[in-house]
């Protein structure tokens, strides 16, 4: 399905019992899947490190690094400030 | 300051006592399993609330005496959860459900369960004591030195069921020794969640959310442990083996509703969590092994290999996100408190594994067609009892012949594979042992008598 949110750093979005999170790769906006590669916590309440690019999960403080993100990124199109995604369908 | 346990004593509430003697979950059972989570025998017809309040001693945790106290102190505390039938109720459950659960008996519960509290962990104030001056560096050294020794050696329980003739009843009747606790895993700490106490509870909460699964029931910990106990045969329905739960097994569970249910127990909570959290990945790697071993393929160990992974993170989030932010917070005087967890947590830790080892022993020697009397027993005063009589498992504070005159009967320790009694055999129960009879077929002509001083080999 198509989901639409703020093209913004950090902005989430809930679509049925999935979130997606909104940030900042290598200068770039892409869309995550909200998980953490360890038990799926909660990465937007987790904490960015702008330098590494990185994000720490709240849960058990593991570190999502660019190369976890990027297997969880969505396929997205940025046209000024909405981005546009295209999600799996809610079951 | 109010004393409920002299109140107790006034003979205005005798009819509390009494109700509670006769009330129906208190009841004696019928047979070795009981159908129902609202069923908890407890024979309360040899104390009387004066008596209540006698402390137990170390030396007396394996007692009948501790056994009825800490089956008590168990039921009173599981009130708070909730158990449901896996289908529909039936009319037998509809009106056990309602006895366990009624307002009315949970509030005469709950007026002992102070007196319970103090005479079953009485023994602890008393043999764990904390002095000096505690700072964090201090803990920090101590918990690492405790926990590298701890993980130093390999686990004595399970090479001790390896060793005997029966591994798989051995692990099973351990299975039955935690399933007090991790039937309703996290229950505990469930308790320590209402409230609002600062950054921690929020800490607290993401291992209660590991511990229940996220939400997701097959992962939650109480299923993964049903799913162990299926594996390997045993029955998934909560406490039907009640009656094998030994009384220092009750006391490890009751320990933890205690150090939550008594809020002013938090710190001390928070060391205890810290010290199970601690050594649970060590243990569970090793007993993951030993089921493996033992049953082969077929085992789920799903139980033991979670916590040998998340336990390694509720240990450091433990440490860093509950105990550590507290002494910052409330300073160095909350640290003994802590250390009194740790150190009561790992006392009954030793003290269950000892009171469990024996039983297994003793089970191994009924087994083993052994636990023979050591002279004659045949002059011994016997008794008739009808087909079906149930003695239900009790713990005998001193040695007891159990020996058939006529008829057979069988006798079991926790092993669920009763052995037959026919006449002219009996075993010896050993003191601070465990063990039910059951009557066979026409009925029994049966010794249960205290073995004679001089006949002890
Ligand atoms: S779920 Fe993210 S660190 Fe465990
Ligand atoms: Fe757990
Ligand atoms: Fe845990």
């Not at chain 1, 702008?50 to 593991?62: A, F, I, L, S």
């Not at chain 2, 926990?147 to 001790?160: I, K, V």
């Not at chain 2, 959310?209 to 996220?214: M, V």
């Amino acid at each position: 399905m198509i989901l639409q949110m703020e093209a913004r750093h950090w902005a989430r979005q809930r679509v049925a019992g999935e979130r997606y999170l909104c940030l900042l790769q290598e200068g770039e906006l892409v869309v995550v899947l909200d998980r953490c590669k360890h038990r799926g916590g909660p990465l937007s309440l987790g904490t960015y490190d702008e330098r590494t690019q990185c994000v720490k999960c709240p849960w058990h403080d593991m570190v999502n690094t660019p190369r976890n993100l990027e297997a969880r990124r969505m396929p997205s199109v940025r046209v000024g400030s909405v981005m546009t995604v295209v999600v799996p369908e809610p079951d | 300051m109010l004393d409920t346990a002299a109140l107790l004593e006034s003979p205005a509430l005798h009819p509390l006592w009494q109700h509670l003697q006769a009330s129906g979950p208190y009841q004696p059972g019928r047979g070795w399993t009981l159908d129902n989570p609202y069923h908890r025998p407890t024979d309360l017809s040899g104390l009387s609330p004066g008596s209540l309040g006698e402390p137990l001693r170390l030396e007396t945790l394996c007692t009948r005496r501790s056994l009825v106290l800490n089956r008590l102190l168990f039921n009173i505390y599981e009130q708070n959860n909730l158990y449901l039938p896996p289908a529909r109720f039936s009319e037998q459950e509809m009106q056990a459900f309602h006895g366990y659960y009624a307002p009315d008996f949970v509030a005469a519960n709950a007026l002992l369960r102070p007196v319970l509290e103090r005479s079953c962990f009485d023994f602890l104030t008393g043999t764990i004591s904390v002095q000096g001056p505690w700072s964090m560096a201090h803990l920090e050294e101590y918990t690492r030195d405790a926990l590298s020794r701890f993980e130093a050696a390999p686990s004595g329980l399970c090479e001790r069921i390896r060793r005997t003739a029966h591994p798989d009843k051995a692990a099973r009747l351990f299975l039955l020794q935690v399933a007090p606790d991790f039937l309703s895993e996290a229950s505990q700490m469930a308790r320590a969640l209402p409230g609002n106490y600062g950054p921690v509870h929020s800490e607290l909460m993401k291992i209660f959310i590991d511990e229940f699964g996220y939400g997701v029931h097959p992962q939650k910990h109480s299923t993964l442990f049903e799913e162990t106990l299926t594996s390997v045969g045993l029955s998934p329905r909560v406490h039907t083996h009640y009656y094998w739960y030994l009384p220092t097994s009750l006391l490890m569970t009751s320990y933890f509703h205690w150090i939550t249910a008594v809020k002013t127990r938090w710190f001390e909570y928070v060391g205890a969590l810290y010290w199970i959290e601690a050594v649970v990945p060590h243990f569970n790697r090793q007993f993951s092994r030993l089921l493996h071993d033992t049953f082969g393929a077929g085992v789920n160990t799903g139980y033991f290999d979670e916590h040998v992974g998340i336990d390694l993170h509720h240990r450091r989030m433990a440490f860093d996100k509950l105990i550590r932010p507290m002494v910052e917070r409330y300073g160095d005087g909350v640290i003994p408190a802590m250390v009194r967890g740790i150190e009561a947590s790992r006392l009954l830790g030793d003290v269950s594994e000892r009171d469990f080892l024996e039983q297994m022993d003793f089970c191994e020697a009924l087994a083993a067609g052994g636990a023979a009397p050591a002279g004659p027993w045949q002059g011994m005063p016997a008794r008739e009892l009808a087909a079906g009589t149930f003695l239900e498992p009790n713990v005998y504070d001193s040695p007891h012949v159990v020996g058939v005159v006529k008829g057979r009967v069988e006798v079991d320790g926790g092993y669920l594979s009763p052995r037959v009694l026919a006449p002219g055999e009996a075993v010896v129960v050993p003191a601070g042992r465990m063990l039910g009879v059951r009557v066979l077929e026409e009925g029994a002509s049966l010794v249960l008598e205290p073995q004679a001083r001089e006949e002890r080999g």
